[in-house]
């Protein structure tokens, strides 16, 4: 018998019949003697309209009260599963965020999870009941209800799993694993049985939406063993999935490029003729900061007449805000000649631990690029990442032809 904690996404309890499946897959591991805790999204395209209705009424609604908003589809979900559970037979109970508790701090519509209580779920799992609790949300030390962000019931169901010590989180999604490329994009793109949580939450970090990657970084960090599967599987049979591993397998070294991530929600922003002296980077950047606004890549061009030209990227929703950000800070903090900027950008990454022992990968990719005739913006590297920014409209194209550079269709590729 073993603890698992599952989360089931909006697609997944899109509507009355899709609960009833997954309602069928906890029976399925509750027969078989496993003590469930099931984290759940809001139905699919809820959180949006709720979203929607609040900026209806307000351009700029009060966060407090956009969390509690937003708050509210996960809890329409939850009791709806338990009453599916329930009929069929099953003990099941159902919690909100703030009910476990789980104490978040108190940045609403970012928050993060500080600390999970999770003796009420301990008794109900010993009473044989299956826990059934809201993602994506939890509560501050004031009672006030606050959300993850976006994606965050990924987030909770990690958290929660370390919370309980569980055997395995099960995160079930509209898709059956991680690919070495979107397949709505790559026809030939493969699933990987496993990859590291490494090169998982690089992907993640590049735009790969099959995990949050504060999801991914939960679990690296607990040690939570973690399994990305399809909730569209048949109930009753042996999922296949992709499991994130904590260390390297030996046939894993192989695999030079594990996948290809892109990001469309990708903005660049330009600060021409700057002046070049000591802390010109944190006059630029910090009231962006301050003003909860994550900047993603950055290049500085340092020229021979005592000015630079500094470019940063940040999420296409967050564009105009840091643009506003940036005129107000201008002249007080920092002088420039221009602000430029563009919101038709994309981010393509290549990603695999194969890079630490494999030369000349940035060159190949390229080439790659260059021989289809697309230009490079911006590049960012790590160790076992590389990535570009790109004009939006050669982005599929891009995703092809790096897919088939690096002969990702294929288990094992050349060195």
């Known amino acids: 018998m073993a603890l698992i904690v599952q989360k089931y996404g909006g697609t997944s309890v899109g509507n009355a019949e899709r609960i009833r499946n997954v309602a069928r897959r906890i029976a399925h591991f509750h027969r078989d003697g496993h003590q469930l805790v099931v984290v759940v999204s809001a139905m699919a395209g809820e959180t949006n309209r709720l979203i929607s209705l609040a900026h209806e009424l307000s351009p700029n609604p009060n966060p407090r009260e956009l969390d509690v908003v937003a708050a509210s589809g996960e809890q329409v979900t939850i009791g709806l599963l338990a009453i599916a559970l329930c009929d069929m037979g099953l003990k099941a109970r159902s919690y909100t965020g703030g009910q476990v508790p789980v104490l978040t701090d108190n940045a ?47 987030t ?105 991530a892109f990001n469309r929600d990708e903005a660049k922003i330009s600060l021409m003729g700057v002046e070049d002296r000591p802390g010109i980077a944190y006059s630029i950047v910090g009231p ?22 500094f470019s940063f990227t940040v999420h296409r929703n967050e564009y105009q805000k840091a643009l506003s950000v940036l005129a107000q800070s201008k002249d007080k903090h920092f002088k420039a000649r221009e602000i430029i900027g563009d919101d038709k950008i994309c981010k393509v990454s290549v990603v695999g631990i ?20 697309i230009n490079i913006q911006m590049i960012s590297t790590s160790e076992i990442k590389i990535a570009v920014v790109i004009d939006e409209k050669y982005l599929e194209l891009a995703v092809r032809e790096l897919h088939k550079t690096f002969e990702l269709e294929t288990a094992q590729q050349p060195g």
């Open 354 to 373: 194969g890079m630490r022992s494999h030369v000349g990968l940035a060159a190949r990719m390229f080439k790659a690029l260059a021989d289809v005739g």
């Open 108 to 154: 609403f519509t970012k928050a993060r999870i500080l600390q999970i209580d999770e003796q009420r779920m301990r008794e109900d799992l010993a009473d044989g009941a299956v826990v059934i609790v809201a993602g994506f949300q939890g509560v501050d030390a004031d009672g006030n209800i606050t959300t993850l962000g976006r994606g965050g019931s990924d």
């Open 156 to 260: 909770s169901g990690v958290a929660l799993a370390a919370a309980l010590q569980a055997d395995e989180c099960q995160i079930y999604t509209d898709v059956d694993g991680v690919y070495t490329a979107d397949p709505r994009i790559v026809p030939q793109a493969r699933r990987l049985e496993r990859i590291t949580f490494e090169e998982m939450l690089e992907l993640a970090s590049q735009g790969s939406k099959v995990l949050q990657i504060r999801s991914v970084e939960f679990a690296g960090k607990y040690k939570v063993n973690l399994r990305v599967l399809s909730s569209f599987d048949d109930p009753e049979s042996t999922p296949k999935g992709t499991l994130i591993t904590f260390e390297e397998e030996d046939d894993m070294e192989q695999a030079i490029i594990s996948g290809i």
């Open 288 to 309: 962006v900061a301050e003003a909860n606004i994550d900047v993603d890549m950055i290049v500085q061009n340092i020229g021979a007449s005592g000015h630079t030209d």
